[in-house]
């Protein structure tokens, strides 16, 4: 069952949901909803990786996500922090964080495969080619789908030769980080070619640019929702160990239907409350 991570920006600049949950208070009960909602994870970020961002002090970004995470695990959800930073990462796991979330599959900071092997948490390693500032000057593939995966096998290899294990890696395709629409949906049309790597994929589409293209010019970006639910599907399908959404209630729903299809109760798929969906694991064992 494909696990959802619900996305949870403390941010300010976030592109699709920056400012909304600024405040430690808002973030909480925003999570909170998110759990309701049913995610079986809340990614909690303190930095926006959106294009153009400008970079925020390990510092801040903690002061900005340490709390919520704090109040989110005591109130018994499982969090993964989205970081580029060793620090971060530390102190999130220090508050209980189970995931961490790393954009940068380890290039963005040399000390991140050492925390992640010391905590032995699950890892995350996205495909990334650079900064905020810089990602959209290098999407630039002859086989978009051939260079992700070899990208991303190396990253690999320098992670497990740091320590961490291939049992608490993750990997992702990095939708929308240093890619270009065609990319994109080259990618999820081909997430099956990622097996080939031997370990959980998750994908992360919710609500990015891309989506527009199947939308009417101007669409609002609430609009984005459902392709996103439909992308959901998709890599579920593929056999994704998670998605990262910011509606998780129509993921929820949408990931419902498919489980009804796979395995219809007798009185069909109303017989699937969203609770009833969600794994009793969520690692990736
Ligand atoms: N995308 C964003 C942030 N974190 N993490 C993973 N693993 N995969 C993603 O695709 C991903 C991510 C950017 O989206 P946001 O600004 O809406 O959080």
């Known amino acids: 069952m494909t696990l959802i991570m619900g996305v949870l920006n403390v941010t300010p ?4 949901d920056g400012g909304q949950w600024a405040s430690t208070d808002a973030a909480i009960e925003h999570g909170m909803m998110l759990h309701t909602q049913g995610a079986d994870l809340i990614d909690v970020g303190g930095e926006s990786t959106r294009p153009g961002a400008t970079r925020v002090s390990p510092e801040q ?11 989110l695990v005591r109130q018994g959800l499982r969090l993964s922090i989205d970081t580029l930073n060793a620090a971060t990462a530390r102190a999130a796991a220090n508050a209980g964080a189970c ?21 032995g948490l699950t890892y995350v390693a996205m495909h990334w080619r650079a900064h ?16 992700v995966i070899a990208e991303l096998r190396t990253r690999v290899d320098v992670l497990t030769r740091a320590g961490v294990a291939r049992e608490q890696i993750v990997l992702d395709p990095g939708l929308g980080f240093s890619k270009k629409p065609e990319h994109n949906w080259q990618l999820l049309g081909r997430l099956d070619a990622f097996a080939e790597l031997g370990l959980p994929v998750m994908v992360g589409a919710s609500r ?38 910011h509606d998780v209630a129509a993921t929820r729903t949408a990931l419902n239907v498919l ?15 969203h609770s009833a969906a969600r794994p009793s694991q969520w690692t990736h064992d």
Not at 106 to 117: F, S, Y
């Open 259 to 273: 489980a009804s299809v796979q395995q219809p109760t007798p009185h069909g798929g109303r017989g699937l409350p």
């Open 99 to 119: 995931v961490i979330n790393d954009v940068s599959g380890g290039l963005a900071d040399p000390g991140m495969a050492g925390i992640a092997a010391e905590t």
């Open 13 to 16: 600049d976030s592109f699709s």
């Open 208 to 245: 990015k640019r891309f989506l527009a293209e199947v939308l009417p010019v101007g669409a609002p970006l609430p609009d984005r929702d459902l392709p996103t639910a439909v992308v959901s599907v998709l890599a579920a399908q593929a056999g994704a160990w998670a998605v990262r959404v």
């Open 132 to 147: 905020a500032q810089q990602m959209d000057t290098l999407a630039d593939y002859d086989d978009v789908v051939t260079e």
């Open 61 to 71: 970004e903690q002061q900005r996500i340490i709390p919520v995470v704090t109040e």
